[in-house]
Structures are given as C-alpha cells and as structure tokens.
C-alpha cells in the first residue's frame, strides 16, 4: 500500500452503498484442502483504478477508500476518496467475494481521520472488514501508538462496536499489548519482491499471531499485477464476525469442539487456562493478560501455536517462569528479538543486542535476554 501524489482529477464522487452480496460466483483459485481453508486475496490501492475485480481469481479484495481526511489528490483519488472504490467493492459482491476497505492513516487528527473514514464509507461497515493502514509514508504520527487507540476508538464509537483490523509492517514488537489484545492484525511482510501467484504458506506466517498477513507486493492474478497478495487466517464465515462482531459469521457445519460457556474474561481452571478464541483476539494477547509465558506453552486445536481461529478453544498448561541463565540467539533474516524473547518467556526489555537499542539490530548480532 503506498501513497504517491500525482496530478488531480477534475472530479469526485463520494462512496455510496452497493446493497448486499449477490450470488453470483465465479472461479477461485483452488489451494490444497486443509483443516481451516485459509482464503487468498488482494489488496488495492490508488494504483489499481481500473482492474477487473468481477473475474479476478481471489477469494477477497480489500480496498483502499480514503486518505487522510481528504487532502489527497492523484491517479483516482480525489479530496482523499478513491473515486473507483464503488465500482471495485461492487464487483467483488457480485462475483462472491468477500470484501473490505481501508483508511490510509495521514497523521492528522485521529478522531477526523476516523470520521472522514466512517462518513464516506459507513454503509459498508457491518457487510465487510474494515481496517487501519499504519505506515510511516506521509505519516508524522508514526510510533505514535495512542493516535492508533484514538482512531480505533472513535471508529468504534461511530459504529457501535465494530473494531478495524491494524494493517502495518512487521513491528509487531512494538505493538504495545492493550492493542495487540484488542485488533486483530493484518502485517506486511516479504520474503523477497520476486512476482509470484498466491502461497499457501506464505514465509514467516503466522509469526506475529496475525489474523491476516501481506506476502507480496509483486504478485501476480489473472487480471492484474502486479498486486499485494494476502492470506486470511480463516474462512468465510471468520471473515463476517470481524466485519461484524455482532453476529456476521455463521460457523461452519464441523465447528471447533463445544467450549464453556464464555464470560467476559477467560475463562481459568486448576488445570491452567481454558479459553475460546474471539474475533480479534490474540493467543500473544492472552499471554500478556495472564502473565502466561512462554508462547510454547500455549496449545490449539491446531497443534501450531501460530494457527487459531474463531471458536477454537486454546489451553495453557500453567504459569512459568523465564530461565534464570538467560538465553541468547544469532539473530538470521527475518527474525525479531520480540519473537525470540516472548518465546521463551521474556519480556524485550530484558534483551541486549550489539548496538544498546533494542530496536536497532542486524543478521548476525547476538540476541541476549536475561
């Protein structure tokens, strides 16, 4: 997702609804069966006005709706408003797509930002995911975290209770806990910027206990490229219940085991930790409101610590504690001291690397958390 200025466009349309799904399909991209068919799609940007969304081999598309709090003119923007975006989300429900749309985070204001969002989008909401796009491009407010709980807030206000995904690069790290445990994540992440179709498995999934992740900037469909491709952790019906918490989603006719029943916190036995997985929510999430570390410690129905979904119940054998000779690592490419240091049971701040920032550290440094 990059924003780049261009010349204006003589005219502007604002976003209007579309009305309900349509059911007509067309063919998608088979991936091979698993336990929980993850779903493949696209996002789209400014620099996508055009594409044909109706026979593009996706099972979702994502589309960029607004900028900033409409200060932004170039190739179909237009006062901040992707003028192409009706006709984009309309063919994604006429084909059967599943669908949703993303605000381009500009700095401003948090609570206009999110109100310029909601105003120009808001018969959308409910009927697709709605998300935040975090980046550092254009962005003053970037490592700002509490303009993110600001915008999310409000978008949560606006809308009675429907809470964005948090689309930004691989910093999750940094990410602080309440938001982690509160908004699901959508991370940018790339192996490399070869073209290629859509992955299975794409490299590093799931590292960041996101509920989406962004694999590519070069990909490749049939219609289009190059194009961002993702992968959603989930199914249809997954997908509904983050677009609508209140009952969007209907599972499917093999759901996860019966779970107790689910109060408002998680549910604790002398057993451990008993809990059933929620829209947004986090197994890292989890971790942090109990104190309950390591990750490894931590079991799905899965059996990968980093494959969860809605409805599955996940148990915590009981509480440990961080090993008091400390552990170290050399750090390869790709990898995060966060993942490293929560894995066995450290919080980041009691990691070293080479340079004295915690933040700042390169392929072959030494990783030491004690």
Same mark, same amino acid.
């Given at each position: 997702m990059v924003?780049? &200025?261009?010349?204006p466009k003589p005219w502007y349309k604002r976003l209007l609804a579309k009305g309900?799904?349509? #059911?007509a399909a067309v063919c998608m991209m088979l991936l091979p069966a698993t336990a929980h068919a993850d779903m493949q799609g696209v996002d789209m940007s400014n620099w996508q006005c055009g594409a044909d969304v109706y026979n593009m081999q996706a099972d979702f598309v994502v589309v960029g709706t607004t900028w900033g709090t409409g200060q932004v003119n170039n190739n179909c923007l237009v006062s901040g408003v992707n003028t192409d975006a009706n006709r984009?989300?309309?063919?994604?429900?006429?084909? /059967?797509k599943k669908f949703g749309l993303y605000h381009y985070a500009m700095g401003g204001n948090p609570e206009a930002e999110a109100q310029f969002f909601y105003r120009n989008t808001s018969n959308y909401w409910r009927h697709g995911i709605v998300a935040l796009d975090w980046e550092m491009d254009d962005n003053p407010a970037w490592g700002n975290w509490d303009w993110v709980r600001r915008f999310m807030a409000e978008c949560e206000r606006l809308s009675g209770g429907v809470k964005p995904l948090l689309y930004t690069g691989p910093v999750a790290g940094t990410i602080? /806990?309440?938001?982690?445990?509160?908004?699901?994540?959508?991370?940018?992440?790339?192996?490399?910027? #070869?073209p290629t179709g859509y992955q299975a498995n794409p490299w590093m999934l799931g590292a960041y206990g996101e509920a989406m992740r962004q694999y590519s900037g070069t990909g490749v469909v049939n219609t289009w490229s190059p194009i961002d491709l993702n992968i959603f952790r989930g199914e249809g019906w997954q997908w509904d219940l983050?677009?609508?918490?209140?009952?969007?989603?209907? %599972?499917?006719?093999?759901?996860?085991? %019966?779970?107790? #029943?689910?109060?408002? &916190?998680?549910?604790?036995?002398? /057993?451990?930790?008993?809990?059933?997985?929620?829209?947004? @929510?986090?197994?890292?999430?989890?971790? =942090?409101?109990?104190?309950?570390?390591p990750l490894s410690a931590w079991h799905t129905p899965s059996g990968d610590i980093n494959r969860y979904y809605a409805g599955d119940v996940v148990t915590y054998g009981g509480t440990t504690t961080a090993p008091s000779n400390g552990v170290s690592k050399t750090l390869q490419y790709?990898?995060? =001291?966060? @993942?490293?240091?929560?894995?066995?049971?450290?919080? =980041?701040?009691?990691?070293? =690397?080479?340079?004295?920032?915690?933040n700042v550290y390169y392929p072959g440094d030494v990783v030491t958390c004690r």
């Amino acid at each position: 997702m990059v924003n780049n &200025k261009d010349k204006p466009k003589p005219w502007y349309k604002r976003l209007l609804a579309k009305g309900t799904a349509l #059911a007509a399909a067309v063919c998608m991209m088979l991936l091979p069966a698993t336990a929980h068919a993850d779903m493949q799609g696209v996002d789209m940007s400014n620099w996508q006005c055009g594409a044909d969304v109706y026979n593009m081999q996706a099972d979702f598309v994502v589309v960029g709706t607004t900028w900033g709090t409409g200060q932004v003119n170039n190739n179909c923007l237009v006062s901040g408003v992707n003028t192409d975006a009706n006709r984009m989300i309309y063919q994604a429900q006429a084909s /059967g797509k599943k669908f949703g749309l993303y605000h381009y985070a500009m700095g401003g204001n948090p609570e206009a930002e999110a109100q310029f969002f909601y105003r120009n989008t808001s018969n959308y909401w409910r009927h697709g995911i709605v998300a935040l796009d975090w980046e550092m491009d254009d962005n003053p407010a970037w490592g700002n975290w509490d303009w993110v709980r600001r915008f999310m807030a409000e978008c949560e206000r606006l809308s009675g209770g429907v809470k964005p995904l948090l689309y930004t690069g691989p910093v999750a790290g940094t990410i602080p /806990g309440d938001i982690r445990a509160n908004y699901g994540l959508w991370i940018a992440q790339y192996a490399n910027m #070869a073209p290629t179709g859509y992955q299975a498995n794409p490299w590093m999934l799931g590292a960041y206990g996101e509920a989406m992740r962004q694999y590519s900037g070069t990909g490749v469909v049939n219609t289009w490229s190059p194009i961002d491709l993702n992968i959603f952790r989930g199914e249809g019906w997954q997908w509904d219940l983050y677009a609508n918490p209140t009952g969007g989603g209907t %599972p499917p006719s093999t759901p996860a085991p %019966p779970a107790p #029943a689910q109060t408002s &916190k998680p549910q604790t036995n002398t /057993g451990g930790i008993t809990h059933t997985m929620r829209w947004g @929510e986090t197994i890292w999430g989890l971790a =942090v409101a109990y104190n309950a570390w390591p990750l490894s410690a931590w079991h799905t129905p899965s059996g990968d610590i980093n494959r969860y979904y809605a409805g599955d119940v996940v148990t915590y054998g009981g509480t440990t504690t961080a090993p008091s000779n400390g552990v170290s690592k050399t750090l390869q490419y790709g990898d995060t =001291v966060w @993942e490293f240091a929560t894995s066995h049971g450290y919080s =980041v701040n009691r990691c070293t =690397v080479p340079s004295g920032n915690i933040n700042v550290y390169y392929p072959g440094d030494v990783v030491t958390c004690r």
